[in-house]
């Protein structure tokens, strides 16, 4: 649009003077900030939005907006450099980062700008940050940052010397964010390239973290001297850590850090390890043992370690646990729901033996979520009257998650007659549509076809662009809403659009566009624009300007 634009002025020398009116009736909101228009990646709508910022008090415009301050009002300019750098980092988009440094000068950017571009793992960005920050600019001739044989630090710096931007810089905190979203070519980058100082936190984080993912030798490189690799082992979960800190001592040594060994080892099947930590401390102690006996518990169901839950829940401090804290805090209580998921019938049968079973609704639908009917068999099997009527909801959880064949066991019960309502048939079948399951879909109208005809399904799986399911419906006599236009629209189908402007008589309202605008699909836009009469309202114009109107 914007080349467009330009032609014409070119071309049309008279109307030059209209070019100001022009630029403010076409171009982005006076009150979008730049930072706001980084978002959208397009560096023609920061072109656009600098050359219409006036430069001095004198030549602001008399109406208020954003433009008046972005390049006259010293606290706000700072402001948008800091906040538009950090948004280029996180987007790894250096041509911007480069653009924000050639256009503005005398500013700082936050350590945000780094961290972003560190965990996201945008090297290229990184270098850059680094070469303009505090630590490495003023030593920048002195100091060259060698990366594959080129002058990374030193080429970047002196480029733009003389705009004397800055980025704040903690290499530590930004070690750091890399670990935590394992970007570990970025800590090796910078652990070579920048200087480190070590600090216990962040740094002992870092390489605890790392320790856990299995990088041993990334461990290595970064062991501060005279140091040991289990001195960072405390949260570790990997068995092998653990057996060596128990040859080792260090869980004789520290309670605490053996009661977190448990909880660990609970992810390995290990019961001869756990079994020879409890034996170095008698009693366990009291804090946090609690907590991570739970959770211990827990892991094994979810991994439906049979013999694990056994020790667990036999030995003392289990019984306790399970007899005491677990019928005063709810939260604790969904031991059955763990094993129900993992589909595991021993363990559940085990938690029952022991009258540790309960929630069985949840457990449903968490077995029904994993698709384990045996799962489900065995809770319905054991099922407590007082359960009965609120189990219904399974059967709206296995239509949303096409569990086909379990709605079919379920249809076969005498005891889930009363769940088949209308509407929980009617809510089964949109979730159904909704999630473009075309055999639930089938099997739930051959089977109640007196329940649940409702647009609501027909309006759902047009929203998620679903034709087949949709065409299935029709045919099959359902009907829809203006919603199910609206919502297509709103989501860029517009083959869906279009087939619905065909084929059903329900319409759509001035949403239609609104929301299509809104969320810049102008392919279904024009289309309605040129095939409906709704016609959009002012919301249409409201929204932030996508990237494609400016290069387009």
């Not at 959009?536 to 932030?544: E, G, H, Q």
Request: net charge negative; charged share 20%.
């Amino acid at each position: 649009m914007l080349v467009s634009i330009d032609a014409v002025l070119r071309c049309k020398p008279a109307l030059r003077d209209l070019e100001a009116v022009i630029a403010k009736f076409l171009g982005p909101p006076p009150n979008m900030s730049l930072s706001d228009a980084c978002h959208e990646g397009s560096i023609k709508l920061l072109d656009w939005i600098w050359n219409c910022s006036c430069t001095s008090v004198d030549d602001r415009a008399t109406q208020w907006s954003l433009t008046n301050y972005l390049r006259s009002e010293p606290r706000y300019y700072s402001l948008q450099f800091s906040k538009s750098i950090a948004t280029a980092a996180n987007q790894g988009n250096l041509e911007m980062v480069k653009w924000l440094f050639a256009h503005f000068s005398d500013c700082g950017a936050p350590a945000g700008a780094a961290y972003n571009a560190a965990m996201w793992g945008h090297l290229h960005v990184l270098e850059f940050l680094w070469a303009h920050s505090d630590v490495n600019m003023p030593l920048y001739k002195k100091q060259k940052v060698i990366d594959g044989g080129s002058e990374i630090g030193g080429q970047y710096a002196a480029e733009y010397e003389e705009t004397n931007n800055c980025v704040e810089w903690d290499n530590d905190y930004i070690i750091w964010a890399a670990a935590q979203c394992d970007r570990f070519d970025i800590v090796r980058w910078l652990y070579h390239n920048t200087p480190v100082n070590m600090r216990e936190w962040p740094y002992d984080l870092t390489i605890e973290h790392i320790l856990s993912t299995g990088d041993d030798e990334l461990v290595q490189l970064l062991l501060p001297p005279g140091r040991c690799v289990l001195d960072y082992a405390k949260r570790c979960p990997r068995v092998d850590v653990i057996e060596l800190m128990l040859d080792c001592g260090y869980l004789r040594r520290d309670a605490y850090l053996a009661v977190g060994a448990i909880r660990n080892l609970a992810t390995s099947g290990r019961v001869d390890l756990m079994e020879q930590i409890v034996q170095l401390h008698s009693p366990l102690p009291k804090k946090y043992v609690g907590e991570c006996w739970c959770s211990a518990i827990k892991e094994a169901c979810l991994r439906g370690d049979l013999a694990m839950v056994q020790w667990l829940v036999e030995h003392r401090k289990g019984r306790q646990f399970c007899r005491v804290k677990m019928r005063k805090d709810s939260k604790h209580m969904h031991f059955l729901c763990y094993a129900a998921g993992a589909g595991s019938i021993d363990v559940m049968q085990f938690l029952y033996d022991k009258q540790y079973a309960d929630q069985f609704v949840p457990a449903l639908l968490s077995a029904v979520c994993k698709n384990q009917l045996a799962a489900v068999k065995w809770l319905i099997d054991h099922l407590p009257p007082e359960e009965q009527s609120t189990a219904s909801c399974v059967i709206e959880a296995a239509a949303s998650h096409g569990r086909l064949e379990i709605l079919q066991y379920l249809a076969k019960l005498d005891a889930a007659s009363s769940w088949w309502s209308p509407s929980e048939t009617a809510m089964s079948l949109s979730s159904a549509a909704a999630g473009n399951f075309v055999d639930v879909a089938q099997w739930l109208v051959a089977n109640h076809s007196n329940k649940g005809r409702s647009s609501i399904a027909m309006d759902k799986a047009a929203a998620n662009g679903h034709l087949d399911m949709v065409k299935w419906l029709h045919t099959n006599g359902f009907k829809c809403s203006v919603a199910a236009m609206d919502a297509a629209a709103a989501n860029g189908h517009l083959e869906m659009v279009r087939w619905l402007h065909e084929n059903c008589t329900a319409g759509c309202t001035a949403h239609a566009m609104d929301l299509a605008a809104g969320r810049g699909h102008l392919d279904v836009l024009k289309w309605l624009h040129r095939n409906r009469s709704e016609g959009c309202t002012r919301k249409a114009m409201a929204t932030p300007w996508s990237r494609a109107t400016y290069e387009s």
